[in-house]
Structures are given as C-alpha cells and as structure tokens.
C-alpha cells in the first residue's frame, strides 16, 4: 500500500509554487459513543495537506474555525505581486 506523506510530497512538487494559492484540507468525520456513555456522537479531524498541521473537533464549527484561522494567517502573509493577488482563477 502507497504511503500517504510520499503522496503528499509529490503534490507538494508538482504545485511549483501554488501551494501559496491553493489549500487543501482533509476532513474525517466518524461516530463514538460519549464519553458519558450517552448516545453516539460525531468526531472529526481537519487536516491542513500544505503545512501539515490538525485538530481534531467534536464540533463541526470548532474545525471550520481551525480552517478559518489557516486561511487568515494565509492571507496575512501575502504580498503585493505574489501568486494569487488578484484573485483571479486561472
């Protein structure tokens, strides 16, 4: 079976440098039982596939918001005449 980070080191090269105009995350959603022993609930994972940072979430919000977060310092970091400036698709 292929390893995942090989995978995701040949993507990383083959973006030539897009990777700073283009993020890719992955989400895993599953059911547990509570931790009270209540009925099943919903976990999940985000995972930023650029810079290789997750959490996982018991609230579909709370990872959204770790996404929300990615982006912004994203964004912070851009400058003038940097890839994707215009926002333009190409």
């Given at each position: 079976m292929p390893c995942a980070s090989g995978h995701i080191a040949r993507m990383r090269s083959a973006m030539n440098g897009e990777e700073s105009r283009f993020?890719?995350?992955?989400?895993?959603?599953?059911?547990?039982?509570?931790?009270?022993?209540?009925?099943?609930?919903?976990?999940?994972?985000?995972?930023?596939l650029p810079g290789g940072e997750s959490m996982r979430f018991r609230e579909l919000e709370s990872?959204?918001?770790?996404?929300?977060s990615l982006l912004a310092a994203q964004l912070r970091s851009y400058r003038p005449g940097s890839p994707g400036e215009s926002g333009a698709e190409t």
């Open positions: 993020h890719t995350f992955v989400v895993r959603c599953w059911v547990e039982l509570s931790e009270t022993g209540g009925p099943w609930e919903w976990r999940g994972e985000v995972r930023h990872g959204l918001e770790f996404m929300r």
